[in-house]
């Protein structure tokens, strides 16, 4: 393997010139010492079999400058054959000590949180799937950590201070772990930690030291100082059949009940703690939600509001948009499932968006369909601003004929949110959109608030509907309820009409409308002619006072 050429480009490389490598041996001068004898033997079976693992292909190894320094190198080697003589070997190189730089730099950005240089997310999960391996044999812990009173930092001194804050609390938790320990920022102020092979009673050790640091840090930004504490939710991990999701669900819901039982602590996940797995359940729906938006697993259903006095010509009157979700093996889920989850998480104006251009839609694709249909709104959408903007555009966008889409709000939600709640129906209003008060009659104050609510539509709270044949005093309430709204200039809808005998007493008793399982199942929305309405269907025309 002795030198015959060495160009150039090999002298700025290597640093040698060309003269004193001539008839030099490469692997003394330019291979580091542990790989030579590879590099020999490598050398002596191609010459022997003609067998190589590196001939015609290109690898990435380590050359040695002649400082004795490392490096990088991209190399390439080709035979040549000589008639009557030995072969000659070409090796072409390329540093490629830059391009290692930035792939360890991208590897760094991908595994690294960018603000606190801790790990993120991604990176901690994997650490978390790595350890389950071993849950079996040895006990380890999970934290998840979140800051006290940072919005107070973010909302009077700005984000700015936010991060430094963030910065100066992640040097302040790793200066108090153990280089063993995995610390990562999971996203905004939390933050995870894994303790390996750490008991229960190891954990809560170190949760405490942690909670003393925290407590006894000052954050000092221009002339104001913060106090700050933290809530950590802790998890025994035992079990290698668990996921690292559902751990992490764990873990966020002990936290949060560590910030209920007043915060600044530390709280253990038990598995008979009812509070505790009820708010994992919600958790868990919040995943499962999110994953359903990604993979349009939602779909709208209907149901029929049927008229009881007559008149629209004998229609199935309108149809009320319902909501269902597929789950991952593809099963009907039931909203009383996941909106439970999806409302203490803020993510029903999300929902509402998606049933709102959803209905608008099959609308613009199903013009035979010329009755109306009912959307409901949460709370969180009827008090958004936000959502309120949106509809109206959409509204604009579909240019609806009067009488087209009602909308449907609690009575609970709307008599919290009065103000709100008037002003957004005034507006809808002027777009020719209809309002029902959903559930009316729960709230056992309804009648004082219903003067300063211009809805269309009182829909009679189920429970009052469901046996008024066996009960009287529902039967009082029903009846009361349906001759408040006439006066008012309200038409009436009773909901959960399960029989014939409730069908027939409603009818005498001047009820406008009536919905339940007797006369229509929920079903999923489809185009006319498969059966989602009549094409005869009209339009709901209501008289404004």
């Not at 390439?76 to 054959?81: E, K, Y």
């Not at 107070?152 to 063993?180: I, P």
């Not at 936000?386 to 008599?415: K, S, V």
């Amino acid at each position: 393997d002795r030198i015959v050429e060495f160009n150039p480009a090999a002298e700025k490389t290597f640093g040698y010139q060309c003269e004193e490598m001539l008839g030099r041996r490469m692997a003394e001068y330019l291979v580091p010492e542990p790989m030579r004898e590879m590099h020999y033997e490598g050398l002596r079976r191609q010459m022997e079999t003609g067998e190589s693992n590196i001939l015609g292909t290109r690898i990435e190894t380590t050359a040695l400058r002649c400082d004795g320094s490392e490096f990088p190198v991209e190399l390439a080697i080709t035979r040549i054959d000589q008639p009557g003589g030995s072969p000659l070997f070409t090796a072409f190189l390329r540093d490629i000590t830059e391009r290692r730089k930035l792939e360890e730099q991208l590897q760094k950005q991908a595994s690294e949180d960018d603000l606190t240089g801790l790990y993120n997310r991604h990176t901690f999960e994997a650490v978390l799937k790595r350890i389950l391996v071993s849950a079996g044999e040895h006990e380890h812990c999970l934290m998840y950590l979140d800051l006290d009173r940072f919005k107070v930092v973010n909302d009077t001194s700005g984000h700015s201070a936010g991060d430094e804050l963030l910065k100066q609390l992640a040097d302040l938790l790793r200066s108090n772990l153990e280089e063993s320990a995995t610390l990562a920022r999971l996203g905004g102020d939390e933050f995870g930690l894994v303790l390996e092979n750490c008991t229960l009673e190891a954990g809560k050790e170190v949760a405490s030291q942690l909670l003393h640091a925290v407590s006894e840090f000052r954050f000092y930004w221009n002339d104001k100082i913060f106090t700050l504490g933290m809530s950590i939710g802790l998890v025994v991990i035992d079990d290698p059949r668990a996921e690292a999701s559902q751990l992490l669900s764990m873990a966020d819901a002990a936290c949060y009940r560590a910030k209920e039982e007043g915060r600044n602590r530390c709280y253990v996940y038990s598995h008979s703690d009812e509070a505790l797995t009820h708010r994992q359940a919600e958790l868990n729906w919040l995943g499962r939600i999110e994953s359903a938006f990604a993979e349009e697993r939602f779909l709208l259903y209907q149901q029929p509001i049927i008229p009881l006095q007559g008149g629209n010509g004998g229609s199935p009157g309108f149809m009320e948009i319902l909501l269902r979700m597929r789950d991952e093996e593809g099963r009907l889920v039931t909203p009383d499932k996941f909106l439970p989850a999806a409302e203490r998480y803020n993510l029903m104006p999300t929902i509402d968006r998606w049933v709102v251009r959803s209905t608008l839609n099959w609308m613009n694709e199903n013009a035979d369909y010329e009755g109306m249909l009912s959307i409901n709104l949460s709370g969180a959408s009827l008090t958004d601003p936000l959502f309120l903007d949106f509809l109206l555009q959409q509204l604009d966008e579909a240019d609806l004929e009067e009488g087209r889409l009602c909308f449907e709000i609690t009575e609970t939600e709307a008599i919290s949110n009065l103000s709100r709640a008037r002003r957004f129906i005034a507006l809808v209003h002027e777009t020719g959109c209809l309002f029902a008060l959903d559930d009316f009659g729960s709230g056992m104050s309804s009648y004082g608030y219903l003067k300063d609510l211009p809805v269309d539509f009182l829909k009679i709270d189920g429970r009052f509907v469901r046996n008024m044949d066996m009960d009287p005093v529902s039967m009082a309430m029903v009846k009361s309820i349906h001759e408040i709204g006439h006066l008012m200039g309200k038409q009436t809808i009773a909901e959960f009409v399960g029989h014939a005998t409730v069908l027939r007493l409603l009818q005498e008793m001047g009820v406008n409308f009536a919905q339940g399982f007797y006369l229509g199942e929920p079903a999923p929305l489809q185009s006319p002619s498969r059966g989602a309405g009549k094409a005869g269907a009209q339009p709901v025309k209501m008289r404004r006072s």
